[in-house]
């Protein structure tokens, strides 16, 4: 009798306790469905709101909306003024020039890595991580006093005798870049080094073995197999570059325009909210466009590399 009202039981348990089972259990979906749950409420739900703004037409009063509208004239406005494609082509060229010169700079730290000893490679990932400990601001504002009037570089550059008078390189396209490319070059660094890692050291060995130079190994057996660290180390500092704050406000003054600073202002200080989520869309827009193109690429040379090898 006893036994017989166990099943019961357990059958007859309410919608709750069925629901923390499965999410304890591990199966299916469940698992992930408190992460969704906060993704949903902190960013698709914010983000919906934040695009009916872009294609409406809002009343605002004392910061509240009155009255909303649909509208399409601000982002008709926004693909055909010369100032929206201008801003977005200088973010997209400097987040690139990023790109490129973090790949530049960086790629060789991360053979040194794969090459060195013991304490190459700890005192190499000491200077990698250790930047990233501390704030963005503060590394910014580190630059100010770098390449100030009277900074580091103008004061040495004089003490040389090089120049007479301090350079101008800040509030310029020049300080943004050297901001931009020191503050993400650990981003690039950590992926190749992953990858790269994971090499199997047989494969250099071979290489050696068969006479070829270590030029000629970087080229045909690393290189190739680092293109997944490439991708990632790319996806990733394009999009912080992209979509970067702090560092074109900071160091390139008041006067350097970017998207992300364009954002700010329409939002903040113009509160043309219409405006602002339209450019928001824009930037989200040409980013995503620009990491499926590099997506693509990794992952032809990953097949290609992959084909070669097979």
């Known amino acids: 009798m006893t036994d017989a009202a166990v099943p019961q039981q357990?059958?007859?348990?309410?919608?709750?306790?069925?629901?923390?089972?499965?999410?304890?259990?591990?199966?299916?979906?469940?698992?992930?469905?408190?992460?969704?749950?906060?993704?949903?409420?902190?960013?698709?739900?914010?983000?919906?709101?934040?695009?009916?703004?872009?294609?409406?037409?809002?009343?605002?009063?004392?910061?509240?909306?009155?009255?909303?509208?649909?509208?399409?004239?601000?982002?008709?406005?926004?693909?055909?003024?010369?100032?929206?494609?201008?801003?977005?082509?200088?973010?997209?060229?400097?987040?690139?020039?990023?790109?490129?010169?973090?790949?530049?700079?960086?790629?060789?730290?991360?053979?040194?890595?794969?090459v060195g000893g013991k304490w190459t490679k700890r005192a190499i990932l000491i200077l990698t991580i250790a930047p990233l400990l501390t704030s963005g601001i503060v590394r910014t504002y580190a630059w100010l006093v770098i390449l100030g009037g009277r900074g580091v570089v103008n004061s040495t550059l004089m003490n040389l005798g090089l120049i007479d008078q301090p350079l101008r390189i800040m509030n310029t396209h020049w300080a943004v870049l050297i901001g931009m490319v020191q503050i993400h070059l650990p981003v690039m660094i950590l992926p190749l080094i992953a990858v790269m890692s994971r090499h199997d050291s047989r494969l250099v060995e071979a290489s050696a073995n068969l006479g070829a130079s270590r030029l000629a190994t970087l080229r045909t057996i690393?290189?190739?197999?680092?293109?997944?660290?490439?991708?990632?180390?790319?996806?990733?500092?394009?999009?912080?570059?992209?979509?970067?704050?702090?560092?074109?406000?900071?160091l390139g003054g008041g006067n350097y325009l970017n998207a992300a600073t364009m954002i700010y202002e329409q939002v903040v200080f113009s509160l043309e909210w219409s405006k602002g989520s339209v450019s928001s869309l824009i930037l989200m827009v040409t980013c995503l466009i620009v990491l499926v193109a590099i997506a693509l690429v990794t992952n032809h040379f990953t097949r290609w590399t992959k084909r070669r090898d097979a």
Request: glycine content about 8%; some cysteine.
């Open 10 to 114: 357990i059958s007859g348990r309410g919608l709750g306790e069925r629901l923390i089972d499965a999410l304890l259990s591990g199966r299916g979906i469940w698992p992930a469905v408190p992460a969704i749950i906060v993704l949903m409420v902190v960013a698709v739900v914010p983000f919906v709101i934040l695009l009916s703004l872009g294609f409406s037409n809002i009343v605002v009063s004392r910061g509240e909306i009155v009255s909303q509208t649909f509208s399409l004239a601000h982002l008709t406005n926004a693909l055909t003024d010369p100032l929206y494609w201008t801003t977005f082509q200088r973010s997209l060229n400097l987040a690139l020039t990023t790109t490129l010169l973090c790949f530049v700079f960086g790629y060789p730290v991360a053979y040194l890595f794969l």
């Open 222 to 250: 690393v290189l190739p197999l680092s293109v997944p660290g490439i991708g990632t180390g790319a996806a990733l500092v394009f999009t912080l570059s992209y979509t970067t704050f702090v560092v074109p406000q900071l």
